[in-house]
């Protein structure tokens, strides 16, 4: 059993670290359309109806699908000065306290954003811009695949934690 544990969370964090990599991409080519609308509109006066759109479609798509590595290498927000308070064991035990509360409740938004996006997928939402893009059936949809990859990525930190291999009882990287 502990074999294929230790197989889960080497998979889920390699796709994690994967996703988080690959999100780079998405926010260089953000800064590029961004400095291509700039452009276009000052300098050529011409500029387009979907720079914006497809920019926050960028942001949003690296913000979402990078969840997995954000919480794989522990670099969330947290109270650190808590953790020279309180001593390693206990904070070994808030750790555990702090990916319970955070599956309970992703876990519930992932319920609560499921139906929002099954409709907007039967029946594709538009912009309503000049655009008129998908963006909000887009986004509908990768929220709940970003939440998803967050809850298996915190399985993967909870089977750490059980298994004592997690970044705090190793030491970190």
């Known amino acids: 059993m502990r074999r294929i544990l230790s197989t889960y969370t080497e998979l889920m964090d ?14 260089f080519a953000c800064i590029a ?15 387009t109806i979907w720079s914006t759109e497809l920019a926050m479609a960028l942001c949003a798509s690296a913000w979402v699908l990078s969840v997995g590595y954000v919480t794989e290498r522990s670099r969330h927000i947290s109270i650190t000065m808590l953790e020279l308070v309180v001593g390693p064991r ?5 750790r555990l306290f702090q990916m319970l509360v955070a599956a309970g409740a992703i876990f519930v938004l992932t319920l609560a954003l499921w ?20 963006q909000p059936t887009y986004l509908k949809a990768l929220l709940v695949v970003g939440c998803i990859l967050y809850l298996l990525q915190l399985l993967s930190n909870l089977i750490h934690w ?8 190793s030491g970190g990287h």
């Open 33 to 47: 359309v961004s400095a291509l609308e700039v452009v276009l509109r000052y300098g050529f006066d011409s500029p």
């Open 90 to 94: 206990t904070w070994h035990y808030f």
């Open 115 to 134: 139906d929002p996006a099954v409709k907007a997928i039967d029946r594709v939402e538009h912009s309503g811009t000049a655009m008129n893009s998908i």
């Open 14 to 27: 390699r796709v994690s670290v994967f996703l988080g990599q690959a999100c780079s991409v998405f926010l």
């Open 162 to 169: 059980a298994l004592g291999t997690d970044r705090e009882a």
